[in-house]
């Protein structure tokens, strides 16, 4: 790992190379004239704009204490490290050689950090203006907090349960994973994971709190005699528990601080939005893997008692189970287009194939299901396949489906002519392209106009701002959405208006906003950052919860908007920047997406070829 001396702070040393024990002795921090206040520690990995979003917020939070921040990169990929350099010259920036996991590299960053608390903090999220100082003051009038975390807000403004949690026992990880939970929530017995009996708006003493956002006292972490009480009869807990790589080491610290004497304490008096791991999505195996896996891992090293091996054998099988259940209906998702093309083509052929029959005064024959209708449906979806029709989610083009029904209609034709039972059913192949072309295309397009193209969208910020948002997406090619205008969030600024001729016109007061979605339509709302306050901006996410309405930031001089799934770019150059990737990847595909379907229509044409050859003279 490198340390990137952008200020004075004490070097690393060997001690900060190897994996440590969780009850490892904190280091003496920055050699500072005045201990700060707190020490902010951030992991990132490749999140370089949320990163930037979450250290511009941290910045603002900051002018009224003595904050120290300081980055562990975990050896990310998308220039993170240099844009944090550039960006923000006093930030401690550590870039590890490899990601070591969360624990481990919040380790690195604790040695390091010099504040009477440590604020961990994940690279997604937006905290306000208020969140040290309330916090700071809430650990300083309750010297028995060991951590305290505030209110979570999702990027739907929604209450995020992972702000207050119970420790899974082998029961309450049984009802977590049963389901039970989310059945029952105001139920003290079902709901105790996430304590979704209690209000979202009191303070309450929990057992553990998020990592996303959690302050913890210094000294409840590590003592200069590790394992000793301190001066008000409490030990230290140690350090995070590196065995949990990616969750679970926040529940781990609670635990041991709790049994080390400390309270932990939920503040809702401030609140953050935490955009909740866009490098991993929940639906992903890997997800389930770790989450559940991590979950196990803390019974087994917490409750490993003979009462409770029976409760955690039924939790590793429901654990399997889960994964498998979360591995299949991610790919489920990913299929439904594939299974909606098969039921098209087999359904309409089938029809087709019964009307026909029934004309002539047949019977339909079961071979024709197996083999002319299942190889007309099949040879279809795998043709669309090879085009790529089902590789990119956001778009399902038109052209992939035209191409491989008519390959499935020459399969279907040959299947019928090799078989010669079923060879009267030649004309139901014919007539069934035309029709399935007209279905696979129409529910094609139906989802396009649905999900794609730009979204009305409003900012809520100044006119300067509105101008220069409007002046980005004019001189793009493809705007990820469409300004209809602006709304200045100070009501001091009446008359802050944009001549309609010269950029977007103001819509109205904040007020009036809701209705305004409602009522137009608006599918976007844009908060220009340098513009509104932090606690502003999460408030009105919070009055919105409910629409159907998407959030996202605009910084000061920055040519992307960051929402909760994707960043995108509202300028040409930046929309160019990224092309050279997009080239490179599809490059490695665009030889095989041409040979593979050449080769099918080859041999879909090779019968026929054949003939020609034996009757021709």
Known sequence: MHILPVVSFRPMSEHDSHISDPTDE?????QSVITPDVSVIIVNYNVREFLIQTLQSVRDAATRLNVEIIVVDNNSVDDSVEEVRNQFPEVILIANDENIGFGRANNVGIRQAAGRYLLILNPDTIIREDTLEVLVSFMDEHADAGAAGCRIINPDGSFARESRRSFPTAEVAFYRMSGLSRLFPKSKKFGRYNLSYLPEDEVAEIDALSG???MVRREALINSEPGRSNSNGRIAAG???EAFFMYGEDLDLCFRMQKSGWKIFYVPYTEIIHYK???????????????YGAMLLFIEKHFDSDKSKFVKSLLRAGIMIRAGLGYC?????RASPVGLDFLIVYGTVTLLAIARFAAIGRSILPLFYVSVALSYALSTIVAIAFLGGYKRSSDYPVKAALLGITAGCLVAASAAFFIPATAFSRIVVATSLPLCALFLTAWRFTWKSRHQGPHTAVLVGDSDEARRLGRLLDAHPTPPFILTGYMAYDP?????????????????SMTQLRDLVRIKKIREIIFAAKDVANQDIISTIRGLHGLDVQFRMLHEGSEHVIGKSDISPISLASLLAQLPEV??????????????????VGMIIW?????ISVISP
Not at 26 to 30: E, I, K, N, V
Not at 277 to 291: A, M, N, P
Request: aromatic letters at 8%.
């Open 26 to 30: 904190l280091l003496p921090g920055s």
């Open 212 to 214: 996303s956002c959690m």
């Open 239 to 241: 350090l995070f528990d």
């Open 277 to 291: 791991g866009e490098s991993t999505k929940k639906g992903d195996l890997q997800y389930v893997r770790h989450f």
């Open 329 to 333: 209906s991610h790919h489920a998702r």
């Open 492 to 508: 001091g600024n009446e008359a802050d208006e944009v001549d309609p001729a010269a950029g977007p016109a103001r819509l109205g």
């Open 583 to 600: 080239m490179e990847i599809r490059s490695h595909f665009r030889r095989r997406l041409f040979e593979i379907p050449a080769a099918l």
């Open 607 to 611: 019968p026929f070829v054949q003939l």
